[in-house]
């Protein structure tokens, strides 16, 4: 959270709901569970798309205590994050997996006591400085289009995913 993270590599996921809400036309209006959230209801279904207000290397305290709070089951839940091993453009669906070394993915894989958590992996590329300047650091100019079209995509896998499993979003989006 912060202005100063605005548009950095690690915000990845934020931008990626930005660009929902603004397709779906749902606004994050509601704060909650140490998040910032949207409801947006498809059919009788309740879909809830949040931000969470920890650090990243927390993210897994908001998303427990949101799907507690209204009760969703595991398998009902995408997280969308930044990935230093895939390029600038690119995104990755898995259902299953390690962190990969992304600590806030780590913490929700803790938190939840599961690895088998849907996710989609956007590219941020790796240039081998020290990380964490790297990651909050904000792309190039050359960069910046490219991760422009992963977060479409990832956005677009995200709505995808509203009325198709989520094996059949990754078979369409990897």
């Known amino acids: 959270p912060g202005k100063q993270y605005e ?3 690690h915000n990845a ?3 990626v709901i930005d660009s ?9 209006d509601k704060s909650k569970c140490k998040a910032i ?7 009788d279904e309740k879909i809830i798309i949040a931000k969470p207000q920890t650090y990243m290397n927390l993210s ?7 799907m507690k709070f209204y009760d969703i089951d595991v398998k009902d839940v995408i997280i969308i994050h930044d990935d230093l091993d895939l390029p600038v453009g690119k995104i990755r669906l898995r ?3 390690s962190s990969g ?3 806030g993915m780590g913490n929700i894989i803790d938190l939840l006591g599961t690895k088998d958590i849907n996710r989609i992996r956007v590219g941020i590329s790796n240039d081998k400085s020290d990380v964490i300047d790297y990651v909050l ?6 960069e910046f289009p490219l991760y422009e079209e992963s977060v479409i995509k990832a956005k677009d896998a995200l709505v995808y995913s509203l009325d198709h499993d989520f094996e059949i979003v990754m078979s369409k989006f990897n």
């Open 60 to 66: 897994g305290e908001s998303v427990k205590s949101l």
């Open 37 to 43: 959230y949207g409801i947006y209801r498809l059919n």
């Open 137 to 142: 650091g904000k792309f190039s100019k050359e």
């Open 95 to 97: 259902h299953s997996g």
């Open 13 to 15: 996921g934020f931008m």
């Open 101 to 103: 070394g992304q600590k």
């Open 20 to 28: 929902l809400s603004k397709k779906l036309g749902f606004s994050l």
């Open 7 to 9: 548009k950095t590599r």
